[in-house]
């Protein structure tokens, strides 16, 4: 079992940044993916970059691309998710989950592990 954690949410105003941060409860080397989503209100939950822990690829949705990095931290068993250049359009329920195998990086249904996720909200 593998418990994720996410923390750093909050209010920001637009083209302001946030970090947030998932801390998986064992070693991550049984992890084959780490991923970022986020449910707006009122819509579906959408992907938004993920990681694969052996190797570092990384993936994301189009509308963060150059805006948001994705990065992991091996020792602390922590995956992050830098956000700058926020906009309204951002603000969100983010949420961490884990892919166990191998399996497509966007597919939410494909992800076996998540997080109780944290609020951001970008104001403008």
């Known amino acids: 079992q593998v418990q994720l954690v996410e923390s750093g949410g909050g209010l920001v105003q637009a083209g302001g940044s946030l970090r947030l941060s998932c801390a998986a409860s064992?070693?991550?080397?049984?992890?084959?993916?780490m991923g970022w989503f986020r449910q707006a209100p009122g819509k579906e939950r959408e992907f938004v970059a993920a990681?694969?822990?052996?190797?570092?690829?990384?993936t994301y949705t189009d509308s963060v691309k150059g805006r948001f990095t994705i990065s992991r931290d091996n020792f602390k068993n922590t995956v992050y998710l830098q956000m700058k250049t926020l906009e309204p359009e951002d603000t969100a329920v983010y949420y961490c989950?884990?892919?166990?195998?191998?399996?497509?990086?966007?597919?939410?249904?494909?992800?076996?592990?998540w997080g109780q996720g944290t609020q951001v909200t970008v104001s403008s």
């Open positions: 989950a884990a892919q166990r195998t191998t399996a497509q990086a966007t597919d939410i249904g494909k992800y076996d592990y």
């Open positions: 990681m694969r822990w052996s190797g570092g690829i990384t």
């Open positions: 064992v070693r991550t080397f049984s992890v084959y993916r």
